[in-house]
Each structure stands twice: as C-alpha cells, then as structure tokens.
C-alpha cells in the first residue's frame, strides 16, 4: 500500500497531514473507503467481481492522489484523456 509506505518513510503524522490536505483528501477518502469496502466484499460478502470492483476502485484512487505529488500531473492526465477522447 502506498500510504503506508510513505508514511514509513516520512512517519504518520507527516503522512496523515499531506493525505487531509486540500488537493489529496478526496482520494485518500475514497482509497481507504475502498480497501474497507474490499476486506468486507472478500470476507463476509464472498463476492469475487465486487472484490475486483473494489480493487480497480483502490487502484484509481492511489494513482490519482500520487498524480498530486508530480507538478501539474493531474492537469496532464487529464489533458491526455481529452486529447485521447477528442475526435481530432
């Protein structure tokens, strides 16, 4: 998990700051209510495709809040996939 070896590295209060800020909270909520959501799917509701829901849910959710951390990343992807999606 991302957070938690970030967070190994700059320690969790440091970690637990940058994951609340203003631009990383919204994907930070959504990756940890993902991974609650996919140990709950896995373990009591024993549903495969809702466990792979929930993986590819996480799996978005860490890479848009590590496009935080690049400069303009998330401006960039964002760019990229409307210049993917534009007819021209």
């Given at each position: 998990?991302y957070s938690?070896?970030?967070?190994?590295?700059?320690g969790p209060?440091?970690?637990?700051?940058?994951?609340?800020?203003?631009?990383?909270?919204?994907a930070?909520?959504?990756?940890v209510?993902?991974?609650?959501?996919?140990l709950?799917?896995?373990?009591v509701?024993?549903?495969a495709?809702?466990v792979?829901?929930?993986i590819?849910?996480q799996?978005?959710?860490m890479?848009w809040?590590a496009?935080s951390?690049?400069?303009y990343?998330?401006?960039?992807?964002?760019?990229?996939?409307a210049?993917a999606?534009s007819?021209g």
């Open positions: 998990m938690l070896g970030t967070g190994f590295i700059v209060r440091r970690q637990l700051k940058y994951m609340t800020s203003p631009t990383r909270w919204g930070a909520l959504v990756f209510l993902a991974m609650a959501a996919t709950v799917s896995a373990l509701v024993k549903e495709i809702l792979l829901a929930c590819v849910v799996f978005l959710a890479f809040y496009l951390y690049i400069p990343g998330r401006r960039m992807f964002k760019a990229c996939c210049s999606m007819d």
